[in-house]
């Protein structure tokens, strides 16, 4: 099993650029999550999902979109980058009885 | 979720125990406390997590006192690897919902 794969692990995007962070697990989970982190910061809930076709926001959506159509799947898009979203963006999968698994990070800088 | 509260770093010497407080004064009777950790850079990783009896396995033990209020994660034989934050979170479990992390404890592990 590969896990939980991010890519890209790094970019770096003009402000007003969008762009697709990928996510995907070969784990079967039904919970899947992506989270920010700013230096030296904690991670913010951006969106979660609880199973295909199932999306719902966390504590920081405001810029972000996500879908869910496969299990494996759960990409986050930003549509109109902006400095403020310059972070680490991490993306996690769990199943009702197994703990979250977490990928190694995008680092994402918006210039 | 409950809020959880840590203290922001701490030291400890190579070889000695490592004990992480937590306080989570308003955890209800179904929330379980969960530990995750986070090394430098890369997405956090899953340590253990107890409802009301103390914990361990092969990473650490749990100690969570009677009234539930907070808690004691031990890490019994340091090592410079375990230079991390630690995060404290408590929420249901079995629930794929979201879960909220705080801003942790900085463990440095000094030789």
């Known amino acids: 099993n590969a896990g939980v794969t991010q890519t890209p692990k790094f970019r770096i995007l003009k402000i007003g650029q969008s762009m697709t962070l990928q996510c995907t697990q070969d784990m079967n989970h039904n919970y899947m999550y992506w989270y920010r982190q700013d230096p030296g910061m904690g991670l913010k809930l951006i969106y979660y999902?609880?199973?295909?076709?199932?999306?719902d926001k966390g504590e920081v959506p405001n810029g972000y979109n996500v879908s869910r159509s496969t299990t494996e799947d759960f990409p986050l898009r930003l549509e109109l980058a902006a400095p403020s979203q310059t972070s680490v963006y991490f993306c996690?999968?769990?199943?009702?009885?197994?703990?979250?698994?977490f990928g190694q990070g995008t680092r994402l800088t918006v210039v | 979720d409950a809020k959880t509260t840590q203290p922001t770093s701490m030291d400890c010497a190579e070889g000695r125990a490592a004990n992480l407080p937590c306080n989570h004064s308003t955890i209800s009777g179904n929330e379980y406390v969960y530990w995750y950790r986070q090394i430098h850079s890369q997405g956090p990783q899953y340590i253990i997590h107890g409802l009301k009896n103390n914990e361990t396995n092969e990473m650490a033990s749990l100690i969570i006192t009677e009234d539930r209020k907070s808690s004691t994660l031990i890490l019994p034989h340091a090592t410079l690897r375990d230079t991390a934050v630690y995060y404290c979170?408590?929420?249901?479990?079995?629930?794929?919902?979201?879960?909220?992390f705080g801003t942790g404890t900085s463990l440095t592990v000094i030789p």
């Open positions: 979170i408590v929420r249901p479990w079995n629930t794929g919902n979201q879960f909220y």
């Open positions: 999902s609880v199973g295909a076709g199932i999306t």
């Open positions: 996690a999968s769990k199943s009702i009885d197994v703990e979250a698994f």
